[in-house]
């Protein structure tokens, strides 16, 4: 089993300075993914980035980018330079490869990100 | 972006009426989602599918049946529905279970 733990329930940023959302997970399986989501006001679940366990590097993926740090279970994402339309919910999510991970995607419970201007 | 419908986008019922919520794709993928999202609780798996006719139990299955007798549909049964089954359902697709989730536009259901 996988839990997900995102501590930020909301933050405020000012526009253009760097963002930083929190996940912590823990797991027992030996490989797993790591993801995150983004959820606009609209409703749609919007794919971010993802990493892997065993990935030597960072992912990044134009201005968003995983901070990975394996012996602490974290997961941070990133978001450098904000607009305000990061605005969103930002949700953290794992999978576990024991055996394929056909069962889906652990979720956090998402932190509420508002960019002001 | 994945081709996935949800159907309807919205619903609103009584306590105690059935309810079918239909998730289609036109992705050909063998793996599919049913998760409903709550305030404070994130997404929460209700059952998934792995195949035609296999389906299996997520972590809030309790009062829900799936089905899935062609790979692009798979089907979420609310059998009598009650009040705490409220939220937003959202059908998600995955190509092989590896990768990341493609998610539906989601349906609101209210049951009052």
């Known amino acids: 089993a996988q839990k997900i733990t995102q501590t930020q329930p909301g933050m405020f940023v000012q526009e253009k300075e760097a963002v930083t959302l929190d996940c912590t997970y823990d797991?027992?399986?030996?490989?797993?993914?790591l993801f995150w989501y983004k959820q606009p006001s609209s409703g749609e679940m919007i794919f971010l980035i993802y990493?892997?366990?065993?990935?030597?590097q960072n992912a990044t993926e134009g201005r968003y980018s995983l901070n990975f740090q394996k012996a602490r279970k974290s997961a941070n994402l990133v978001i450098s330079a904000s607009q305000l339309g990061d605005s969103a919910m930002y949700f953290c999510?794992?999978?576990?490869?024991?055996?394929?991970?056909?069962?889906?995607?652990?979720f956090g419970k998402g932190t509420h990100l508002i960019i002001q201007p | 972006d994945a081709g996935i419908t949800q159907s309807p986008r919205h619903k609103v019922t009584e306590t105690g009426t059935p309810v079918t919520l239909r998730c289609h794709q036109t992705e050909n993928h063998r793996y599919m989602y049913w998760y409903r999202q709550d305030p404070g609780h994130g997404l929460r798996l209700i059952h998934y599918?792995?195949?035609?006719?296999?389906?299996d139990k997520g972590e809030v299955s309790d009062g829900y049946s799936v089905s899935r007798s062609k790979t692009e549909d798979f089907l979420l049964t609310l059998e009598s529905a009650t009040s705490s089954q409220t939220s937003v359902y959202f059908c998600?697709?995955?190509?092989?279970?590896?990768?990341?989730?493609?998610f539906g536009s989601g349906t609101q259901l209210s049951v009052l």
């Open positions: 797991t027992s399986d030996p490989s797993y993914g």
């Open positions: 999510a794992m999978r576990g490869y024991p055996g394929g991970g056909a069962d889906g995607l652990t």
């Open positions: 599918s792995y195949g035609v006719k296999d389906t």
């Open positions: 998600a697709i995955s190509g092989d279970g590896n990768e990341k989730l493609f």
């Open positions: 990493q892997g366990s065993y990935d030597q």
